[in-house]
Antibody
């Protein structure tokens, strides 16, 4: 079964750090670009970051650039999101998302993890 | 950054209704647009990519159209399982951006 399982969320104080992990299974992880998408409680979806399959290129939303770092370990089939200098407005469910390969040049978020909740509060 | 807007923000409809949701980009994005469905407490699901190509396994009552700046998602005959929030997403240029969502609920 194709699956993404996030972990590492929790409660952290403003200015703190957290590292999210996403364990992939059921597919050849190393072939796929991966993304992080977040959703604040009761709000819409917001794209956060992308990493190419070989980790050669990373891209970030303006709101997290310089504070968040996406990385991957293809040998461990795991995606990471290192989040530093966290702000109250970073509070959200963070989803790990696969960018499918069978969609031409289009980004197609075809597999989503269940999400991990990050709460930034004092 | 490309801004995405959706209209309406919410709508009430009955089973069997034809429903149309509009998504507009702040600049031309070709047909680099996808549609996602999210039910309460669930993860989003890919419905359409490339503005009009139906994802495998998605009901044919869903269709997408448009190019450039204006796009539509149409549900030809609304079913009970279609009550959800729908998001468009542009992948023409980074940063990728979602629309704010359209909530479809029961009239």
């Amino acid at each position: 079964e194709v699956q993404l399982v996030e972990s590492g969320g929790g409660l952290v104080q403003p200015g703190g750090s957290l590292r999210l992990s996403c364990a992939a299974s059921g597919f050849t992880f190393s072939r796929y670009p991966m993304h992080w998408v977040r959703q604040a409680p009761g709000k819409g979806l917001v794209w956060v970051s992308r990493i190419k399959s070989d980790a050669s290129v990373t891209t970030y939303a303006d709101s997290v650039r310089g504070r968040f770092t996406v990385s991957r370990d293809n040998a461990k089939n795991t995606l990471y999101l290192q989040m530093n200098s966290l702000r109250v407005e970073d509070t959200a469910v963070y989803y790990c998302v696969r960018d499918g390969l069978d969609y031409g040049d289009y980004a197609a978020f075809d597999i989503w993890g269940q999400g991990t909740m990050v709460t930034v509060s004092s | 950054a490309i801004q995405m807007t959706q209209s309406p923000s919410s709508l009430s409809a009955s089973v069997g209704d034809r429903v149309t949701i509009t998504c507009r980009a702040s600049q031309g994005i070709g047909n680099d647009l996808g549609w996602y469905q999210q039910k309460p407490g669930k993860v989003p699901k890919l419905l359409i990519y490339g503005a009009s190509t139906l994802q495998s396994g998605v009901s044919s009552r869903f269709s997408g159209s448009g190019s450039g700046t204006d796009f539509t998602l149409t549900i030809s005959s609304l079913q009970p399982e279609d009550f959800a929030t729908y998001y468009c997403l542009q992948d023409y240029k980074y940063p990728i951006s979602f629309g704010p969502g359209t909530k479809v609920d029961i009239k």
